[in-house]
């Protein structure tokens, strides 16, 4: 992934390449070892200094900051800016005019996802989550369309989007109740933040409903997902 992205923003050795939403370094640890200047932003300390130990020798330069904030870079500075799962949380129109901003003329706006094929179990969850919150009058945010928003702004002030390359593929086995069991410990679900009372009585609908619609929520289920990424050409 960290290739694919250096590869299709054409970045040369040593060029500026921006992360936001950086975390734990799940991407960014490979790009920051890659032959690039790598600063990754988050605002979340903990995690970075889980990227940091994750990093180790290759000494990622990782800043705390709000990326709903004006970016501590300079202008013109940057090849490309990259986000991975996080766009959708941020304001569009902001992250448009700082990666203008910040990046030089020509260079490249990337926003990753990973895609789960409509049918698999993952994905029926996440519907079914969906569905749920915004029947207790929650409104979840949906990834593809917090990038579509940003495509469409950077389309306005002058940018072209160059399509969607599919940079891995994978395949995995998992259970239903795994999946269930790993929302139980996240505060947000649809990236929004839930009080624990309702996101528990949500994840027990979860449970009754897979059990008729799905089956033996114990059972391993095959799944194939894909990581892309929409490549976005400023102006």
């Not at 590869?7 to 690039?36: F, W």
């Not at 090849?79 to 490249?108: K, M, N, Q, W």
Request: hydrophobic share 45%; charged share 25%; aromatic share 4%.
């Amino acid at each position: 992934m960290a290739q694919a992205i250096v590869d299709h923003a054409s970045v040369r050795r040593d060029d500026l390449v921006v992360e936001l939403g950086a975390g734990t370094g799940e991407i960014g640890v490979h790009l920051a070892r890659l032959p690039v200047r790598y600063v990754g932003l988050d605002s979340s300390p903990a995690m970075l200094d889980v990227f940091r130990a994750k990093a180790a020798k290759a000494l990622p330069s990782l800043v705390v900051g709000d990326c709903n904030q004006p970016w501590p870079l300079p202008d013109g500075s940057a090849a490309v800016v990259f986000a991975s799962r996080v766009i959708h949380l941020l304001d569009p129109a902001h992250v448009v005019g700082e990666a203008i901003r910040v990046c030089r003329p020509g260079g490249s706006l990337m926003l990753g996802r990973v895609l789960r094929e409509p049918d698999s179990i993952k994905e029926r969850l996440r519907r079914r989550r969906q569905e749920l919150l915004v029947e207790a009058g929650i409104s979840p945010r949906q990834g593809d369309a917090g990038a579509r928003h940003v495509i469409e702004q950077c389309e306005k002030a002058g940018g072209a989007f160059l399509g969607r390359h599919v940079a891995a593929e994978w395949t995995g086995e998992t259970a239903p109740a795994a999946i269930i069991a790993g929302w139980e410990s996240l505060s947000r679900m649809g990236a929004v933040r839930v009080e624990p009372a309702v996101r528990a009585k949500i994840l027990d609908t979860i449970r009754d409903w897979a059990r008729v619609d799905i089956g033996d929520l114990d059972r391993p289920r095959p799944f194939r997902e894909r990581y892309a990424i929409d490549i976005v050409r400023l102006p």
